[in-house]
């Protein structure tokens, strides 16, 4: 732990695996349920999944939920890996600021607040409502050139996303999630994938924003170059694997690595954890693994929204391998690399509904069947409470 500040430190030490107990109880509970068993499916995996995150059965009810829109920009985005100008990033955060986004009408839907977190974009933001100012820099480093960030750097990240995640709770937030804006950032996730998973670049970069075929080869190459330049595994050119079924893992006694990928970084190795996160990441990326550390901690759920929270989870997950029993997917992105991260997560999605947004957009649409699973755990009586005969054994 010598590579770890303090805080993060302690955060680390913090964070519990599911509690068995409670896995348990949630699982006869599901079955005493005035319903056939495995009647609703991957919800009741849900609720038993979130029973063994908050050590409780029945969990409590995720809600109200507080999406955190963690905005940097990225060096390597003079790499001509975007076809947007990188003022588009300050632009977008003003528009997430006056309510004008995807991200704020799926937040009114789902009843979650939004809150604007600046990491590191490449200009200084007005004050306003809604934001938060944790500036680790303006923009990294050009990843493809050297390291993106000093390890100092990261490690400030990390802390600030534990603070958002820490103050969110602490304001009554009951389930986090995961947001991010930052042109140029689906390349550093690609790059912390396939550093993460050892897969090969080719097959974890996707066209983010909108990218044409000769955009997306040298998209590609800029990735390979990135790993190859921090001295980073450059893949084996295996293929990915089929994404897991929409839907949440059983449990997490089941979850893991399939043993026909690549391998990659020893769990649990903070000091490769963060070389990686540093050498390839975004101030966003480290931002979001120590809000999704912060989560687990307080043993409050976070869903994940696409390909930079699941980047951004291989990161947590890297230094604390347990971390993701406190999370749910809460989609599927169109992006490739998105289902390679989820995979080694251990984790399936909720929905699959070819989202690339981003935003936040994915884990805001879960968040009521979310709440649905739980709800069911709260609310439908058991056989014996409301006298209907169980079939026969």
Request: net charge negative; glycine share 12%.
């Amino acid at each position: 732990m010598s590579d770890a500040r303090p805080v993060l430190q302690s955060v680390l030490e913090a964070i519990r695996p599911a509690d068995p107990r409670a896995l348990a109880a949630a699982r006869a509970h599901q079955g005493r349920l005035t319903k056939p068993p495995g009647s609703l499916g991957v919800l009741e995996d849900v609720a038993v999944r979130l029973a063994g995150a908050a050590g409780v059965n029945p969990p409590p009810m995720p809600a109200p939920a507080a999406l955190a829109i963690f905005a940097a920009d990225h060096g390597v985005h003079a790499q001509g890996v975007s076809p947007w100008p990188q003022e588009v990033t300050v632009q977008m955060v003003a528009n997430f600021l006056a309510g004008g986004a995807v991200a704020n009408a799926f937040a009114a839907q789902a009843g979650a607040s939004v809150t604007v977190v600046d990491v590191g974009v490449a200009a200084d933001l007005p004050p306003g409502e809604g934001l938060l100012v944790h500036k680790i820099g303006y923009g990294t480093a050009d990843l493809s050139l050297g390291p993106a960030m000093t390890s100092d750097e990261a490690v400030a990240a990390l802390e600030a996303g534990i603070s958002v995640a820490r103050s969110l709770v602490a304001s009554g937030a009951r389930c986090l999630i995961t947001g991010d804006m930052g042109i140029a950032n689906t390349t550093a996730s690609a790059a912390l994938i396939a550093a993460y998973t050892g897969l090969d670049p080719a097959t974890v970069t996707g066209r983010g924003t909108g990218i044409d075929d000769a955009t997306h080869t040298h998209k590609v190459a800029i990735v390979r170059r990135a790993l190859a330049t921090n001295n980073l595994p450059t893949g084996s050119g295996a293929p990915t694997p089929p994404a897991p079924a929409a839907g949440p893992s059983p449990s997490p006694e089941v979850q893991g690595t399939p043993a026909d990928l690549p391998s990659k970084p020893t769990p649990g190795d903070v000091g490769e954890a963060l070389r990686i996160l540093a050498a390839v990441g975004g101030y966003e990326h480290a931002a979001l693994a120590g809000f999704i550390l912060g989560a687990a901690e307080a043993r409050v759920p976070v869903i994940l929204d696409g390909v930079i929270a699941g980047a951004a989870a291989l990161a947590a997950q890297a230094l604390v391998p347990h971390v993701t029993d406190h999370c749910i997917a809460g989609h599927r992105s169109a992006e490739p690399g998105h289902a390679a991260a989820l995979i080694h997560l251990g984790l399936r999605p909720l929905v699959d509904l070819e989202l690339r947004l981003g935003e936040g957009t994915g884990g805001l649409l879960a968040h009521p069947l979310v709440c649905s699973a739980v709800r069911v755990m709260h609310d439908v009586a058991t056989f014996d409470s409301a006298g209907v005969t169980e079939k026969p054994v």
